[in-house]
């Protein structure tokens, strides 16, 4: 399927190229970054194919978006346009402008997202992955970091972004752009921290909106609030695990059987598999323990017999 | 005369007289005597004619579609089809056992073969196998016929609204009907009424036949069955609506000479809506929707013949069924929970079943019957397959199973005796519940149950034997027994590392296979004549079942006894029975089961048939629970209590 869609795309190609010999300036053929004779800043004509149709799956965040020495578009994406609370996937691509295509090499630095809270007039960041880095190597031009956003714009507070980024030589970059940061609907709470002694740690759910109804693969990250607040909270360097226990509230708290705990993998993220058994609200109550087997947050048992720590999830 | 219509069923029918093993029940109002029937005629419900038979128990969740148990199997044990059709329930809850898809107009009797010697077209019945024998008035009869069916009931205001008619000529013939019956809540013995036991339905029927040639027949049949508002008192929820649409096109050529008699093919199909209801009752905590749906497509052929010696059927059966069901839950304000409880499982299922009667000199007789079949199942729904898997990791979502079943029957009959022993083999495939039925919820025990993808086919060697004495045209006296020895029994177990989904049960079972499991039936009956109007019929039944480790199975009934008098004088025909059961020593207390009281009651009945004009005229009244006794059988689920006095009056017309 693949191979056939890609010939049918060379075929229209080539015709395009033939036709417009004449004037180079006219593309022809107006799909980003198909180019027969393979850019060196970028990639094959089957990469770039790859690329395109990834970014067809994820939305344009406007306010990230910017040009470099005026000949490069930068695009922030994320998987509806917009951010929320909790965890969110970020992906950046660079396109030339003369020729749209796609370019491989470039770095985004200094990636900052700060809340102003208008009360205190106080700021700090929040949760933040280390940095942005090719994730699949069929699309090479696509870029991916995340950010787990404390609150939601309100009354209390807005978000500004800011970020550098380096493309081939050339630097840019956006500062202090307000976004607005949706709150997740009722049942969805993906973002909870907790306190070992004056450290503060957070645990952000990652994508539980992908899950569906069997068995699934749970990832989640534990960030370390920085000092001072205003830098980017960073993976937190101690090994973890986090004990799952799934709950239905509305179901007198069933459950299902065989979770496995979040363990820590080698890209710093913990991951461990949840089952479960029906769609509707989970309540997914978490016990933390550090690397000798001691409980550091969760795990108390409340009225209702299940730790005060928890995410929700709708499915 | 319906029989002369169809003609291969003769076999059958000639054997109901004389083996143990084989029990008919008339359901039409005009057949020849000294056949068993419901006191209520016609007019009965179907529920209510299974109870004449042998051997056949009911469970009831309700006054409605109760469950016909055999030889203290259930459902799961035992073969139904209507017409040699399969036909399976769309209900998860067992609400709707498919007799309840059928109405007294539409049969012609209920006809059940006891064990593993089943008709040709039953798989995995080791309890039993019941055939519906639909009705045809068939070919060359009185040219135009009709019957008027009017009943009441005191106990539910139950009214029995019925007619059909019929035309026949030498090469057509064609009948059909209408009824109705619609019941408000009964009231249990002692006055009080038993809420959420109320029913309606209708139903509409009709067949014909066409001679293609003079031993050409081609026959259509159409039933469309619709329950409504019907309450279960048993459960936790009622049904808003059971429908059904049962069709089939037979073709059959028939011989009248050499060995061969007839050969038959029939294809058919039915479908079955089956939606709960919740929003009657009070206090839900959880409102939830829980729709089911089962369609079947099959065909049969078969092909019967005989000589002096022989008579021979060979029948080849392909069905197609598909099961879905599904729940939705709404908790008040929170996001609907969604779960697939039946994952649209697609089964596949073909056999090929013999079956001979030889006569032996002597009066001696040896039936003999076997089958294989192969089945083929399909998980369809992926979330429903992928729910399951989070359970059993390593399943498939597709499976294939072959079960078998041979059986032989021996009878001889000297002066004044009737001796038989049989034995057989006989093996079932998982039901779609035991294998992936997903959180269904038995008010029974308070128990979720999970189905098991990885059970093995349950299988049984059954041993029946029987004695009758007739030293006199007016006295008989006969002992019958079977015993069946399971391996791999299939039945729920505990599962104590997972936890409930239904709020307030008490946890989950999941379907497992035990090493093995008995269950032994015994009955002793006594015919008596003294006078020439009056018969005394009695009848003990006793039965034990035990699993792998000696414990009582659930459901197995405690000793019963029927003994009743039957007057006949002219066209009157009277009748007083007493009914009870023993108090329930052995019940399943390991399985959930709580013990049942023992019980007794009076029914009395009488009968009058008088000509008007050369129409018949048969008028029937009745008193069942005489003493208006409060009482629930071992069978009553969740122990609901039975009708109590309930009067009632009906009267058939035949025009």
């Known amino acids: 399927m693949n191979k056939k869609v890609l010939i049918l795309f060379l075929a229209i190609a080539s015709l395009g190229l033939v036709s417009c010999n004449s004037n180079d300036d006219e593309t022809g053929i107006v799909i980003d970054g198909i180019d027969l004779t393979s850019d060196v800043d970028c990639c094959s004509a089957e990469e770039a194919l790859q690329v395109y149709r990834f970014i067809q799956t994820v939305h344009i965040i406007p306010e990230l978006r910017t040009e470099v020495d005026g000949k490069y578009d930068v695009w922030a994406y994320s998987k509806t346009g917009t951010l929320h609370r909790g965890y969110n996937d970020l992906y950046f691509v660079v396109t030339k402008k003369k020729t749209s295509n796609y370019v491989k090499n470039f770095d985004i630095k200094n990636f900052t997202p700060l809340m102003h809270m208008v009360k205190t007039d106080m700021w700090h960041s929040t949760p933040v992955g280390g940095s942005f880095e090719v994730f699949d190597t069929t699309r090479p031009a696509v870029k991916r970091g995340w950010v787990s956003l404390l609150m939601n714009t309100s009354d209390a507070g807005n978000w500004q972004f800011s970020y550098d980024i380096e493309v081939l030589g050339s630097k840019g970059g956006v500062t202090s752009k307000t976004i607005n940061v949706e709150a997740l609907p009722e049942g969805q709470d993906w973002l909870k921290n907790f306190k070992v002694g004056d450290d503060t740690y957070f645990l952000s759910l990652v994508n539980p909106s992908d899950w569906k109804t069997g068995t699934n693969t749970i990832q989640a990250y534990i960030s370390k609030k920085s000092t001072p607040a205003t830098t980017p909270y960073a993976l937190a360097t101690e090994t973890f695990t986090i004990e799952i226990d799934p709950r239905m509230p509305d179901m007198g708290n069933h459950t299902s059987p065989d979770n496995v705990a979040l363990t820590k993998q080698q890209d710093g993220s913990y991951t461990g598999t949840i089952n479960l058994t029906m769609t509707g609200l989970w309540r997914i109550h978490l016990t933390v323990k550090d690397s000798k087997g001691n409980v550091v947050a969760g795990g108390d048992k409340l009225k209702d017999g299940f730790s005060s720590l928890y995410w929700d999830i709708t499915l | 005369m319906i029989i002369l219509a169809l003609s291969i069923l003769l076999s059958t029918d000639t054997l109901a007289t004389s083996s143990?093993?084989?029990?008919?029940?008339?359901?039409?109002?005009?057949?020849?005597?000294?056949?068993?029937?419901?006191?209520?005629?016609?007019?009965a419900s179907i529920d209510e004619h299974l109870a004449e038979l042998n051997h056949v128990n009911l469970v009831r969740r309700g006054s409605y579609a109760w469950e016909p148990v055999v030889n203290n199997m259930a459902t799961e044990r035992v073969s139904t089809t209507i017409d040699g059709m399969k036909i399976f329930y769309a209900c998860t809850d067992k609400m709707d056992p498919v007799t309840s898809y059928v109405e007294s107009s539409n049969l012609q009797s209920i006809l059940l073969n006891s064990g593993l010697n089943g008709n040709p077209q039953s798989t995995g019945n080791i309890g039993g196998s019941l055939d519906l024998k639909l009705r045809r008035i068939g070919f060359n009869q009185p040219t135009r016929w009709a019957n008027v069916d009017v009943g009441y009931e005191t106990n539910g205001h139950l009214q029995v609204y019925g007619a059909d008619v019929a035309v026949s000529?030498?090469?057509?013939?064609?009948?059909?009907?209408?009824?109705?019956?619609?019941?408000?809540?009964?009231?249990?013995g002692g006055g009080?009424?038993?809420q959420f036991s109320q029913f309606q339905k209708v139903n509409a029927f009709v067949n014909a036949g066409v001679k293609l040639a003079e031993r050409d027949v081609l026959e259509g049949t159409f039933i469309f069955d619709r329950a409504t508002d019907v309450g279960y008192p048993a459960l936790n929820m009622d049904v808003a609506k059971a429908e059904a649409f049962i069709t089939s096109l037979s073709y059959k050529h028939q011989w009248t000479e050499g060995f061969l008699n007839s050969w038959e093919t029939k294809a058919y199909y039915n479908h079955i809506t089956h939606i709960m209801d919740d929003t009657k009752r009070p206090d839900v905590e959880i409102h939830m929707d829980m729709p089911g749906k089962s369609w079947t497509s099959g065909l049969y052929s078969l092909i019967s013949a005989s000589n002096a010696r022989h008579e021979a059927q060979m029948n080849y059966d392909l069905y197609y069924n598909r099961l879905f069901a599904d729940m939705t839950m709404y908790p008040g304000g929170a996001a609907p929970m969604y779960m697939v409880t039946w994952p649209d499982v697609g089964t596949l299922n073909t056999g090929l079943a013999l079956t001979d009667l030889v006569s032996l000199p002597h009066q001696q007789t040896v039936r003999v019957s076997a089958k294989i079949a192969q089945q083929w199942q399909k998980l369809n729904n992926?979330?429903?397959?992928?729910?399951?898997r989070v359970f059993f990791p390593g399943m498939k979502d597709s499976y294939m199973q072959t079960t078998g079943r041979i059986a032989a029957n021996y009878t001889w009959q000297p002066s004044h005796w009737q001796l038989s022993f049989g034995m057989g083999w006989g093996s079932r495939a998982p039901t779609v519940t035991e294998a992936y039925g997903y959180y269904l919820n038995n008010t029974f025990d308070q128990y979720d149950y999970i189905g098991n993808p990885r059970l093995k086919n349950e299988s049984a060697v059954e041993v029946n034997g029987a004695t009758k004495w007739l030293p006199s045209p007016r006295l008989t006296l006969s002992v019958e027994g079977n015993a069946f020895f399971f391996s791999n029994?299939?039945?729920?177990?505990?599962?104590?590392?997972?936890?409930?989904?239904?709020?307030?049960?008490?946890?989950?079972?999941?379907?497992?296979?035990?090493?093995?499991?008995?269950?032994?039936?015994?009955?002793?009956?006594?015919?008596?004549?003294p006078l020439p109007w009056l018969t005394w019929n009695n009848r003990l039944n006793y039965a034990v079942g035990h699993d792998d480790e000696g414990d009582p199975l659930p459901l197995i009934s405690p000793f019963t006894y029927t003994s009743s008098l039957t007057f006949a004088y002219k066209?009157?025909?009277?009748?007083?029975?007493?009914?009870?059961?023993?108090?329930?020593?052995?019940?399943?207390?390991?399985?959930?089961?709580?013990?049942?009281?023992?019980?007794?009651?009076?029914?009395?009945?009488?009968?009058y048939t008088l000509s008007i004009h050369e129409h018949d005229l048969t008028l029937r009244a009745g008193v069942e629970n005489l003493f208006d006794k409060r009482y629930t059988t071992y069978s009553d689920w969740c122990d609901i209590p039975q009708k109590g006095r309930n009067i009632y009056v009906n009267i058939s017309v035949q025009l």
Do not use: C
């Open chain 2, 20 to 43: 143990h093993t084989i029990d008919e029940v008339v359901v039409v109002s005009m057949a020849g005597e000294g056949r068993k029937r419901s006191a209520k005629g016609q007019v």
């Open chain 2, 169 to 188: 000529s030498q090469r057509f013939y064609t009948n059909g009907g209408f009824f109705f019956r619609h019941a408000d809540n009964y009231k249990e």
């Open chain 2, 192 to 194: 009080r009424e038993v």
């Open chain 2, 382 to 388: 992926q979330e429903g397959y992928h729910a399951l």
């Open chain 2, 489 to 529: 029994y299939i039945i729920g177990q505990f599962e104590t590392r997972l936890s409930a989904m239904t709020v307030d049960a008490e946890g989950v079972k999941v379907y497992g296979n035990l090493n093995h499991a008995t269950i032994v039936n015994t009955s002793l009956t006594a015919h008596w004549q």
């Open chain 2, 571 to 607: 066209r009157l025909q009277g009748k007083v029975e007493l009914r009870g059961n023993s108090k329930q020593v052995d019940y399943g207390k390991k399985y959930g089961e709580t013990a049942t009281p023992a019980w007794a009651i009076g029914n009395i009945s009488a009968q």
